[in-house]
């Protein structure tokens, strides 16, 4: 059974903990939740990252209000553009060295791409953007960091996007669909395959971290529906809409309610208990499975490889 985040996280504190917590896609939304929530419960240094310096600094105020003052919390907002392999190598680069020796605690992945449809456009890579950034990315930071020994020893890594879907016929050599935006389909049609492919690649990267780096821990979550400051369902096609229209009065929740879940598997001392090893959750923490192509092991191996070789890793 999921368990109740809000009041497993009630009596835990980080402070005296030296956390460093970097938050991509920290200076709104659900990232921004993530950030307050760490900050109330003590966490001792936040990194949010984002490309709006006004709002990141904005955050930081905010995070130095909410702190516990024997806290002592440390912010910083690090600039960055993740759009393209080059935006995101920098990022990684500038993580790797704000964090120090120190390395990182906890790296939560919150940046939006959400899919674009019809309106798809392409980055400096040739890839289609919304991709890059919504699962490119968060391969292009998980991997990086890793492999630098930017982690502390058992650091956990974590998205928040999309999960559990499956494009069961996604090609590796065609990320970006391009060849199904070619063919002229139908803006739901494309807006549903774009957001089965985002799940399909991130799931299968994050079972490959796993598998490759046990050392550390990965988790993939679907927040739901969360009504953040820019909630716009007018940009999502057709009767889509009115499935988040409807989602959002039946389940959606706020930033600061929703970041409860994944604040309770970084910092409750039960969440290793209460989730066992699963990496994969739903809005409320119940365990969900791999799609249908992320579950063979060649097609993750396939993308593993595409992916590296997209942010310049080969
Ligand atoms: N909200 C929901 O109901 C919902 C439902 C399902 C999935 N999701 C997924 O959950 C994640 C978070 O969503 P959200 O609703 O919190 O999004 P949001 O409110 O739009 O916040 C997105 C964050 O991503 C950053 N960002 C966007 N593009 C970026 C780029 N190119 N480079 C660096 N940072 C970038 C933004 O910062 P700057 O503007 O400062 O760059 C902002 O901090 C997204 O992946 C979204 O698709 C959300």
Redesign the pocket.
Known sequence: MAPDAAAGLRNVSLVGQNKTAIV?????????GVARLLARLGCSRIII????ET??KAVLEVLKELAPKESRIVVEFIK????DSK?MREVASSLQKAAGDAGIDYLIM?????PAGLNTKYNADGHDTAFA??AISRFALAYLLTTSGGLVPNAIVMS???QGQSLDDLSVDDLSLKTRLAKGPSATGIFINQSQRDSTVLDSAFEELNLRYPQYQYFSL?????K????NFSITPGYIKVIMWLGLKIIGTT?DQYANFPVYILASPDAQRTLGSGKYFDRVLNPTPLGKWSRDPKNRQALWEKLKEIIGEQ
């Open positions: 991509v896609g920290g200076t709104l939304g659900i990232g921004a990252v984002g490309r709006n709002r990141g960055g553009d993740l759009s935006g919150s940046q939006n791409g959400t950034v919504q928040i996007a999309n679907w927040p739901g529906l969360v953040t400051e820019e909630f930033p």
